[in-house]
């Protein structure tokens, strides 16, 4: 069984900064593509940032410059570095991860972790 467990949350001023960790356990036979997500209160879920396996990365535009995303592949963890933090940051965050388990060789499935919230607040 795969797992996707989510830390770093928390509330913070804006101008602030915040550093998610996710940590991939399990069954794995390889993890491919590791993004995070977040979701506002009304609305809807949406892709922050993204890195691939080999290290390439994409962002959702309002956060460019500010959210850096990383990965460790030894340790199967995607961070995410959150700085210059904004009110409209506000959201539960959420892990997901595309991963062949050991248990279905060649089938890629999505994972998602339970979700960390963060508030950007004075």
């Known amino acids: 069984q795969v797992q996707l467990v989510e830390s770093g949350g928390g509330l913070v001023q804006p101008g602030g900064s915040l550093r998610l960790s996710c940590a991939a356990s399990?069954?794995?036979?390889?993890?491919?593509?590791m993004n995070w997500y977040r979701q506002a209160p009304g609305n809807q879920r949406e892709l922050v940032a993204g890195?691939?396996?080999?290290?390439?990365?994409k962002y959702l535009a309002s956060v460019k410059g500010r959210l850096t995303i990383s990965r460790v592949n030894d340790k199967n963890t995607v961070y995410l570095q959150m700085n210059s933090l904004k009110p409209e940051d506000t959201g539960v965050y959420y892990c997901?991860?595309?991963?062949?388990?050991?248990?279905?060789?060649?089938?890629?499935?999505?994972?998602w972790g339970q979700g960390t919230q963060v508030t950007v607040s004075s």
């Open positions: 890195v691939s396996s080999g290290g390439a990365t």
């Open positions: 997901n991860a595309i991963i062949t388990s050991t248990q279905a060789m060649g089938v890629e499935r999505s994972y």
């Open positions: 399990g069954s794995m036979f390889s993890i491919g593509r």
